[in-house]
T-cell receptor, first 113, second 117 residues
Framework: GENVEQHPSTLSVQEGDSAVIKCTYSDSASNYFPWYKQELGKGPQLIIDIRSNVGEKKDQRIAVTLNKTAKHFSLHITETQPEDSAVYFCAASRREGAQKLVFGQGTRLTINP | ETGVTQTPRHLVMGMTNKKSLKCEQHLGHNAMYWYKQSAKKPLELMFVYNFKEQTENNSVPSRFSPECPNSSHLFLHLHTLQPEDSALYLC????????????????FGPGTRLTVL
């Protein structure tokens, strides 16, 4: 089955700097790669996703890149702000049948003012 | 109510108790999911329901029993749990095509924090 590895487990950056979180996946049939942000006491919330037919997607300060050959994808947050502090999860799922997301271990991002 | 709601938000139970977790989605979605989130592990998919039919049981012990009476409601019935079952249980929903195809966003509820004594 699918296995998703996420690094780093913790990340601390200065406000205004960029943050990068990386994930690798094992199943070449995976075609959907969402990123979720989880704040304390809340459920995960989708911040951006990418499908295997594109290599990059951007939404304001957030961008995701996908390298299907290497089977890895990354989350880039620019101009970080204190409210970006949270736990971020990457995930992957295959196209066939029901959506079965396999999540990475999570990255705790701390933005230092 | 909007989005995905879960009740109760917190639950403490003994190993011999029987309890149920409830999830309701107000988004008109056709798929619902149960996840387990433990401190030291990534989010683990437990069950998937598409159009009220269970399509995935991710090797979950039988002491967890899901029920999906309609496309808006999902229950997780709990009995004779173990302390290691203590975790945050998350419900999610999405609108997906039958038989597969490009997947769409899963919307998560706030979760039920379960403690088994």
């Amino acid at each position: 089955g699918e296995n998703v590895e996420q690094h780093p487990s913790t990340l601390s950056v200065q406000e205004g700097d960029s943050a990068v979180i990386k994930c690798t996946y094992s199943d070449s049939a995976s075609n959907y790669f969402p990123w979720y942000k989880q704040e304390l006491g809340k459920g995960p919330q989708l911040i951006i996703d990418i499908r295997s037919n594109v290599g990059e997607k951007k939404d304001q300060r957030i961008a995701v890149t996908l390298n299907k050959t290497a089977k890895h994808f990354s989350l880039h947050i620019t101009e970080t702000q204190p409210e970006d502090s949270a736990v971020y999860f990457c995930a992957a799922s295959r196209r066939e049948g029901a959506q079965k997301l396999v999540f990475g271990q999570g990255t705790r991002l701390t933005i230092n003012p | 109510e909007t989005g995905v709601t879960q009740t109760p938000r917190h639950l403490v139970m003994g190993m011999t108790n029987k309890k149920s977790l409830k999830c309701e989605q107000h988004l008109g979605h056709n798929a619902m999911y149960w996840y387990k989130q433990s401190a030291k592990k990534p989010l683990e998919l437990m069950f998937v329901y598409n159009f009220k039919e269970q399509t995935e049981n991710n090797s979950v012990p039988s002491r967890f029993s899901p029920e999906c009476p309609n496309s808006s409601h999902l229950f997780l019935h709990l009995h004779t749990l173990q302390p290691e079952d203590s975790a945050l249980y998350l419900c999610a929903s999405s609108q997906d095509l039958p038989g597969g195809g490009w997947h769409n966003e899963q919307f998560f509820g706030p979760g039920t924090r379960l403690t088994v004594l």
